[in-house]
């Protein structure tokens, strides 16, 4: 099983972490505040490694679980420092100002962003940005294994990540090039927009989207 | 039960007219061609009122089941006579030429681009683009029904065409104003792809997109 490192300790760092043990992967956490990483890795379980924001990757897989901002500062002070890893950006770039669109233009995404910040011999990939991080904990809503889709412009890092999503009892949905980000960005911001209408009671930020296929 | 007219006779027509036959419907089928009009109208069976696109229509509803350039040119040659109506867009205007973006900007979508061409008084509204016309005709999905997302700008006909989807046995979802059509058609395209890909097997233009909820 890859390494994976998992870079920031809030809800999604922890899902993800809950997941990574479930799979049986070799984990390290990284957090800005060291101590948080290793409150995450004591209630995580298991033997994780544990450190600050800018220690080396002890991962193949480093997972960025930051907002947006967040993980561009990463990606930028980490520099060449990642080259060689897979990269994976989590985030939905949401304008929270007016809710009703991304902050990032309408023909890119985060992840290409991100990408664009990169070193160059990292290979960025969008996954679990479409799983709340309650449902992502679980693994599953409502019996069914969650979706993950994958975007990347490396077929051996999307195939790296799909990897790690099944060993984490999940279901990959390898999508293609990096560019399909935008559209796995859009359909999540309106996924968020449901979650937060009070309207909706049944969408909770507990949801999961699947592609149902014929029994 | 409002009355729903349909324009258009291809798969999608045929799936729509299925539904809106299970849920009781006042049913107008149009068409360039009165006689596949006719066909589908006995096909379909029950009281169905008939005709040739430029007829008046009968139906509160109108759904546009063309592909994008064709609902283009009804509207427009509607014009007035859609006034006071729902107009309901389907369309996924997917680039055929290179399978990876759509042919309307990224900054909009073909259902704002149909509603700039529709009359004043007509209400357009974004519903059935996520629905495969194989997986729509049966209504479900591995048991599911299957959700049908439903933008528009004006309330009451997105009212009015969830009350159509209810009664059809499918679940609507309403994501409010009509630009989230861009997501919605970002999405399926995405969608479209994947069904599209030989190496997924599992997807034959028959899966559903369905956002499940905890049990």
Chains 1, 2 share one sequence.
Do not use: C
């Amino acid at each position: 099983m890859t390494g994976i490192t998992i870079i920031g300790t809030g809800s999604m760092g922890r899902a993800i972490g809950t997941r990574a043990v479930a799979a049986g992967s070799r984990i390290q956490i990284l957090d800005r505040d060291r101590t948080k990483a290793r409150e995450l890795a004591e209630q995580l379980g298991g033997d994780i490694l544990t450190g600050t924001v800018g220690d080396t990757p002890d991962g193949d897989i480093v997972v960025l679980a930051l907002p947006f901002e967040a993980a561009k500062e990463v990606v930028v002070s980490y520099g060449d420092a990642l080259s060689g890893r897979t990269v994976v950006d989590i985030t939905n770039p949401v304008d929270v100002s007016t809710f009703d669109s991304l902050v990032v233009p309408p023909d890119t995404s985060a992840a290409e962003t991100i990408a664009g910040l990169a070193a160059d011999g990292a290979a960025v990939v969008k996954a679990f940005n479409t799983t709340f991080a309650a449902t992502l904990a679980e693994g599953k809503v409502a019996g069914q294994p969650l979706d993950v889709f994958i975007a990347g412009d490396s077929a051996g890092a999307r195939k790296a990540v799909a990897d790690l999503v099944n060993a984490m009892g999940l279901h990959p949905i390898d999508v293609g090039p990096l560019r399909r980000a935008r559209e796995l960005e859009g359909f999540q911001f309106l996924m968020m927009t449901l979650q937060a209408d009070p309207a909706k009671q049944d969408f909770n930020w507990n949801t999961g989207v699947k592609i149902l296929t014929p029994a």
